[in-house]
């Protein structure tokens, strides 16, 4: 497998947006942690994986096109959060994603590097629902993956990812991260 993370690297939250001091009305979702725009990306010369795709029109989202063209597996790196900001226990990624003629069974990855040097990982690998597996073809949808710590502490960065087992094609919308058990519950249906 190539390393494309060298060109992918993205250091101090480059193209991601804080949600510094932002604090959600009682009864709504929490505000997220960051967000991550491709268009942002793209406007600041940082977009390394995949396609930019322009909204359609002025209310659709801007998404990212990833493909591939082969029958070998293929490793999407998208963005690394360097000091991602997390202070609470769980964190979960949520997004829109649709998909057209995966092969095989793909994911969106989370790999946590933490001070202590030990790595862990978080991806959407259930057969349904929002953390369900990237196959066959499917209309956009929610997804999420979430990672609860207990011994290891809070990240020190934050590796985001797609991984396609075989040809097939990936669309993604704005990612977001939210931290704390409500925002994990929530975006995993939880009640």
């Not at 000091?83 to 979960?92: A, H």
């Not at 946590?112 to 030990?118: A, L």
Request: proline letters at 7%; charged letters at 20%; aromatic letters at 6%.
């Amino acid at each position: 497998m190539k390393v494309v993370i060298l060109a992918i690297v993205l250091t101090v939250l480059a193209g991601a947006t804080h949600a510094v001091g932002a604090v959600a009305a009682p009864g709504a979702p929490p505000a997220p942690l960051l967000t991550i725009d491709w268009a942002q990306l793209k406007a600041e010369g940082k977009l390394t994986a995949g396609e930019f795709v322009a909204p359609r029109d002025s209310g659709a989202a801007t998404t990212l096109r990833l493909e591939n063209p082969n029958d070998r597996p293929k490793t999407f790196t998208l963005v690394t959060l360097d000091k991602p900001g997390i202070t609470k226990s769980s964190w979960v990624l949520t997004g829109r994603v649709s998909c057209t003629g995966i092969v095989g069974k793909g994911y969106v990855e989370m790999l946590h590097r933490f001070p202590s040097g030990t790595v862990h990982f978080a991806r959407t690998m259930a057969s349904m629902g929002p953390q369900a597996m990237l196959q066959g073809t499917e209309p956009w949808r929610d997804f999420a993956t979430a990672f609860r710590s207990f011994k290891s502490g809070r990240p020190s960065q934050i590796v985001i990812s797609v991984v396609l087992p075989k040809r097939g094609v990936v669309e993604l919308g704005r990612l977001a991260l939210y931290e704390g058990d409500e925002a994990v519950n929530r975006a995993l249906g939880i009640k």
